[in-house]
């Protein structure tokens, strides 16, 4: 089994988005288009309405919501891999000004977690790329050209005008 068959084997479907063309961000009214140039991968999004019979205590029942920010997640993760490399994208679209890296950092952390059960539950020793990734719609310019993907830190802010799968897998 691959890697990420078996990190789909450990997430609950409710939250994989079978086919993804757009990365949107519903709350700001921010589309971009994706596009995987072939490249398999799972998406995932749990910002969701959770139904009540499967989540009664929400996405997160054993942490106190009344912690600021403690079920905090990114929009989007992206699971793929190229070669024997698993690649993680955690990716927050945001509008305006405020602040990504608190999302990005609670997406890391809740993807470290995934990660281990993996590792434990299929006895593997899974050490993945974690990318995170800004897109921020001041950088969104129609018809602008796919720039090199620069990390610092494996952080990248985007500035293109589409998601191109393939150059974040480096």
Known sequence: MSKIENISNIIDI????ETITKLKEDQAN???DFVSDGQRCLAYIFDKNLPNRDFPKGLFPFFNRGVPNV???CDYIL????GSELYVLLIELKKGNDNVTRQL??????VDYIISTVNRVYKSEIN?????ISIRERHVKPKQKQKEIVYENNF??????KFRLKAYLK
């Open 105 to 110: 950092y609670a997406s890391k952390c809740f």
């Open 128 to 132: 993945p790329q974690i990318r995170l």
């Open 14 to 17: 409710y939250f994989r988005e």
């Open 156 to 161: 990248h802010n985007f500035c293109s005008s």
């Open 79 to 82: 699971f793929t891999e190229k």
């Open 30 to 32: 921010m589309s971009i």
């Open 71 to 73: 079920t905090s997640l």
